[in-house]
């Protein structure tokens, strides 16, 4: 009954991929060592639950989704990839604003232009931007630490 | 006996793949995809252009502002730009061989010889704009020769390359954002008959 044994594999290995405890994760099946496939569009990621990140989300379709979409010759960490945000993320947010706010050139010289080349963004949008990439990318507890620090949850 | 055409997808691979240092596709590869083909050719180009762009543009004009980067590089003795590299490789590969092309081209361009030409061109310009992080491929006849042709977004990946296409006197449009698609790198193969 190889089908039927071949089936059992198939259930199997979805229950693996989507364990019980992440199936009220809005991000357990957004956020990956790769992330997601192809360019990311904002429509693809899900909404916080949390104000200042929600915020966020709306400032980087406006401004970041171009490169951080995954735009691979920018050399902007693309959003939802673990792989690429770990050690950003590790840093901290407030590291992680500051370069974002003011400019930031990485180890092989690529560029994160001041507030993403939009000069109309404030320090504080451009931190909630951070936020929601940061969230999005696997830094879902880092965020929430670091609001419940600054009093914005 | 192989083609031309074969010979060049035979060769453009291994080569490729030497200077990538890839391994997933053997290079052996006789029977390689014309569209692979241009997919490791794109991947070299673009790849030396971003380590242009960075460790040279970025380092020296940007960062540590010994040198600037100019569209007038002799006049102002500076550094050519990153897209004029680009175009003088693409000026000596002509030069060398017919066995396949490729140019920088834009739907909206400071120079009018950087418009595409075919519809083909157009189409696939049009395509990349509007679907970003894709690629076009399509086959098209040109002088009765038949032609594998790819187009792959070129994007404003720096600040000075959006600013420069957006005041440029010459350039048709003034609303590039950075990372917005700008135009793009058309790769041409003649195919086997």
């Excluded at chain 1, 109309?120 to 880092?142: H, K, N, P, Y």
């Excluded at chain 1, 929430?144 to 620090?149: D, K, N, Y």
């Excluded at chain 2, 007038?72 to 004029?84: G, N």
């Excluded at chain 2, 594998?148 to 449009?173: L, M, Q, W």
Aim: aromatic share 8%; glycine share 10%.
């Amino acid at each position: 009954m190889a089908p039927r044994f071949c089936g059992a594999l198939v259930v199997g290995g979805a229950l693996a991929a989507s364990p019980i405890w992440a199936q009220d994760d809005p991000l357990a099946d957004i956020v990956s060592r790769e992330g997601l496939e192809g360019f990311v569009t904002v429509d693809r990621l899900p909404v916080p639950e949390m104000a200042y990140v929600a915020a966020g989300r709306e400032i980087w379709a406006g401004t970041c989704e171009n490169c951080h979409g995954g735009e691979k010759l920018s050399g902007a960490p693309k959003i939802t990839s673990t792989k690429k945000w770990d050690k950003r993320t590790a840093k901290g947010i407030d590291t992680l604003a500051s370069h974002a706010i003011n400019g930031w050139f990485g180890p092989t010289y690529a560029e994160m232009p001041a507030r993403g080349g939009n000069d109309e963004l404030s320090d504080e949008q451009v931190t909630q931007a951070v936020s929601f990439m940061v969230w999005a990318s696997g830094g879902r507890e880092t965020v929430e630490a670091w609001l419940e620090t600054n009093g914005l949850q | 006996m192989k083609t031309l055409s074969a010979k060049l997808k035979t060769s453009l691979a291994a080569g490729t793949l030497a200077l990538g240092g890839l391994v997933a596709v053997p290079v052996q590869a006789d029977d390689m995809e014309y569209q692979q083909v241009a997919d490791l050719l794109h991947l070299v180009m673009a790849s030396d252009r971003t380590v242009y762009t960075r460790m040279v543009v970025g380092r020296l004009a940007a960062k540590e502002k010994v040198i600037k980067a100019s569209e007038h590089f002799e006049d102002d003795k500076a550094l050519p730009l990153p897209a004029q590299m680009f175009r003088f490789g693409a000026e000596m590969v002509s030069e060398e061989t017919d066995a396949f092309s490729y140019s920088l081209q834009s739907l909206w361009p400071i120079n009018k010889q950087n418009a595409p030409k075919t519809d083909l061109e157009i189409e696939g310009l049009e395509y990349i704009a509007e679907n970003p992080g894709e690629n076009f491929y399509g086959e098209e006849e040109l002088g009765g020769v038949e032609y594998f042709t790819a187009i792959y977004p070129d994007t404003g990946v720096a600040a000075p390359c959006v600013d420069c296409h957006n005041d440029h006197k010459d350039s048709p449009r003034d609303d590039f954002e950075l990372g917005e698609v700008m135009g793009g790198v058309v790769i041409r193969i003649p195919m086997d008959s």
